[in-house]
C-alpha cells in the first residue's frame, strides 16, 4: 500500500512540475506551436501507442477476412461458431431464434401478434383430408391454401435407396449440422454425417432434424425436388426436415416445430407409413377439430402455416422402415 501511494506522489509531482514548466514557458511569451515542438517528445510516445494499437486490430481484420475468403478458412470459423453456440446451449437455449429473420425482438409488433385472432372460419366444418390422384397449380392454390385447407396427393418421390446414397456421398451434406433434432439413440448433438452413421447401427430408433444451413437445404431440395405440381409462385425450398424411423413404436405424437415464416408445407412420405395430426391455432381449438391423416409411400401431404404438426410412426414387421420428408416454403397468395 505504501508503494502505491509512494508511486502515486511520484506521478502528482511529476504532473505539477510539468504545468509549472508550461507556465513558464507560456510568461516567456512563446506561443502555442513552440510549446507543442518543445511537448513533442512526449506526445509522440502517445501517439506511437495509439499507432500501434490501430496496426494491431487492422492486422487482425486483415487476417479474418483472409481467413473468410477461403474455404478451409470459412470452414473453420463456421465449426468453431457452431461448437461455441453447443457449448452454450445448456446455459442460453437458443434454438428458438433458427427461423427468427431478425434477433432483435420487435417490440412494435408485440401487440398486434397478441391481439391477433385467426379466422376459425377455415376450420370449424373440416373432418377430413381430401385424397386426390392429380390437381393443377391454380386449383390447389385457390381451393386449397387460400382457405388453409390441406390435401392429399399422389406423387413418385425418389427410391429410399436413392435418398440415402445422395446423401452419403456428400461430404458437405454430412459436415453440416441441423439446427433442430430429436432422437432416442443420441444425447449430445453432432453433424448430420455423424446422426445418420450412429442411429443406422440400432435395430429400432427414430430420428427427426431440420436443416437450415444454406448448402446442406440446397443439396437436400435437389434430392428430393418440390413436386412439379406446386404452383409458379411458390418460392424455392427455405427449410427442410427428414423423419426416419426404423421398427420403432411409440403411441404418443411427436411435435414438429415448423417454420412460421414459410407459408406453405409439404409432407412426403417416401418409404413407410406415419399419421400426420394437423392442430388447429390456439384460439381456434375450441371450435376446429383436430385432423388425421395416414400417408404411405409416394404421397404427398399439403398445408399450410394456418395448422400445427404433429406425426406419429407405428414400425411392424412388414413395413420396419418409415422415411418421410417436409419441405417448407413460402408462396405469394
Avoid at 385457390?142 to 418421390?157: D, S
Avoid at 436443416?211 to 427449410?239: A, H, L, W
Amino acid at each position: 500500500m505504501k508503494k502505491a501511494m509512494g508511486e502515486k506522489t511520484i506521478f502528482e509531482k511529476l504532473d505539477e512540475e510539468l504545468l509549472e514548466f508550461h507556465k513558464y514557458l507560456k510568461r516567456k511569451d512563446l506561443d502555442e506551436e513552440d510549446i507543442g515542438m518543445i511537448f513533442e517528445p512526449l506526445l509522440g510516445e502517445k501517439n506511437r501507442g495509439i499507432g500501434r494499437c490501430f496496426f494491431i486490430l487492422m492486422s487482425i481484420f486483415l487476417i479474418f477476412h483472409a481467413l473468410i475468403r477461403t474455404e478451409i478458412g470459412w470452414w473453420y470459423i463456421l465449426a468453431m461458431s457452431r461448437m461455441f453456440l453447443i457449448k452454450i446451449k445448456p446455459f442460453y437455449d437458443w434454438s428458438y431464434l433458427k427461423n427468427e429473420e431478425c434477433m432483435i425482438p420487435k417490440w412494435w409488433e408485440k401487440g398486434v401478434e397478441k391481439n391477433y385472432t385467426p379466422n376459425c372460419n377455415f376450420c370449424e366444418n373440416l373432418k377430413n383430408v381430401e385424397v386426390l390422384d392429380q390437381l393443377d397449380g391454380g386449383e390447389l392454390e385457390e381451393f386449397y391454401m387460400e382457405v388453409q385447407k390441406p390435401v392429399v396427393f399422389q406423387y413418385e418421390f425418389p427410391t429410399v435407396d436413392h435418398v440415402w446414397s445422395s446423401f452419403f456421398q456428400d461430404d458437405n451434406f454430412l459436415s453440416s449440422f441441423p439446427c433442430s433434432i430429436e432422437t432416442n439413440v443420441m444425447e449430445n448433438e453432432g453433424n448430420i454425417g455423424k446422426i445418420l452413421r450412429k442411429i443406422s447401427i440400432f435395430p429400432n430408433f427414430f430420428v427427426h432434424f431440420q436443416n437450415c444451413e444454406y448448402d446442406s437445404m440446397k443439396y437436400f431440395r435437389g434430392v428430393v425436388p418440390t413436386p412439379k405440381f406446386v404452383p409458379d409462385n411458390i418460392s424455392p425450398v427455405q427449410y427442410n426436415w427428414l423423419m426416419w424411423s426404423r421398427n420403432y413404436t411409440f403411441p404418443r405424437f411427436k411435435k414438429i416445430e415448423l417454420s412460421n415464416s414459410e407459408n406453405f408445407k409439404l409432407v412426403g412420405q417416401i418409404e413407410g407409413r406415419a399419421t400426420y395430426r394437423l392442430l388447429p391455432p390456439g384460439k381456434c381449438e375450441k371450435i376446429c377439430e383436430e385432423v388425421e391423416v395416414t400417408l404411405g409411400k409416394g404421397q404427398v401431404f399439403i398445408f399450410t402455416n394456418f395448422w400445427r404438426l404433429e406425426y406419429s410412426v407405428s414400425g411392424s414387421e412388414e413395413e420396419i422402415e418409415d422415411v418421410g420428408v417436409i419441405l417448407e416454403a413460402h408462396s405469394i397468395l
